[in-house]
């Protein structure tokens, strides 16, 4: 029964912060896009500095129509939404919040689990465009595999780098061996795994195949109502993960002061401050063309990734 009890626990902790922390993501987006780009709109929902606005949106995608295309294949169409959010939801059940108990479930091969599960998730993005009937949702998922082929090879390396620091690919595992010293050492990996990340997620400057001033919105112009809110909240959702997962594999997750209480803290800031980092970076750099996003995978990408992996190889050789 204690079993089945701790089991529950975890799963609707897991839950609630997949339903709760997405969201303050997106508030967080339009008041820092209002203020550092002088955005009225954003700060005056609900009256006080725009408390309401992320209230009004879903009130908004609520009330849109739910429309099909004629020609799309409805079955793919209608899934492609879940496709991209879920697999989202399945990577914070092994992500350690802090130390000992505070994680869903310890995976001995997280790092690749959570590799795995991402790239299922930007398969929706490709099957919405595919589905859509339409040739600008089609040119949108395009990109979207392209970008996908070109940004896991560098992601994956980056990782790798950190769990053969570590000697295991146990997220929790990898957090036990983690030193301070491991900022410098590790940390053209981090880069390289955030921003390949951020490419998978398509976020500003990688937003090539939502780019709405050439293809409309990409893979998702067919969409409306609660459907699209569905693909945003992947996006949302998306960025904790990302931000969670360079947190814990690059910044020491929950290792700072009086870590022992406060070490669940030290992840939430940790991860806190790199999805305003994200957001930094949406009203701070143009869109990428797509040959420029390319070049920037395989000609700077993968081998600042084989060099952060040839540098580690060589630390833990002297160290051993």
């Known amino acids: 029964m204690m079993d089945v009890l701790d089991v529950l626990w975890r799963l609707l902790a897991v839950l609630l912060a997949f339903l709760v922390l997405p969201l303050l993501v997106g508030q ?52 492609a939404p879940a496709v991209a959010l879920l697999p989202y939801l399945v990577v914070l059940i092994v992500i350690p919040v802090g130390d000992g108990d505070l994680v869903g479930q310890v995976v001995d091969a997280g ?40 940004y896991e090879l560098p992601m994956l390396l980056a990782a790798a780098s950190v769990a053969m620091a570590a000697g295991t690919l146990s997220l929790p595992g990898i957090l036990d061996a983690w030193q301070w010293w491991w900022l410098p050492w590790q940390i053209i990996g981090g880069l390289v795994f955030f921003t390949a990340g951020l490419a998978e997620l398509q976020r500003p400057p990688f937003d ?86 390319q070049r920037v995978a395989w000609t700077v990408l993968v081998p600042l990734a084989l060099l952060q992996i040839a540098l580690t190889g060589v630390v833990k050789v002297v160290i051993q």
């Open 28 to 79: 967080a987006e339009h008041k820092a896009m209002a203020h550092m780009q002088g955005r009225v709109g954003p700060m005056y929902a609900g009256g006080f500095h725009g408390w309401a606005q992320l209230v009004a949106d879903g009130v908004k995608f609520a009330q849109k129509e739910d429309i099909v295309p004629d020609g799309a294949d409805r079955r793919v169409f209608q899934l």
């Open 111 to 150: 790092i690749f689990f959570v590799l795995a599960v991402m790239g299922v998730g930007v398969l929706g993005s490709l099957m919405g465009g595919w589905a859509s009937a339409n040739k600008f949702s089609l040119l949108g998922g395009l990109r979207t595999a392209a970008q996908l082929m070109a």
């Open 208 to 293: 090539a195949p939502v780019a709405d001033s050439e293809i409309i919105f990409g893979a998702y112009t067919e969409y409306t109502g609660l459907r699209f809110a569905l693909f945003l909240l992947a996006e949302y959702a998306g960025i904790v993960v990302l931000s969670a997962l360079t947190a814990v594999l690059f910044l020491g997750g929950w290792h700072g002061p009086v870590a022992d209480t406060l070490g669940w803290v030290w992840t939430l800031l940790k991860t806190a401050a790199l999805a305003f980092v994200v957001i930094w970076l949406r009203v701070s750099y143009p869109r990428l063309r797509e040959d420029q996003i």
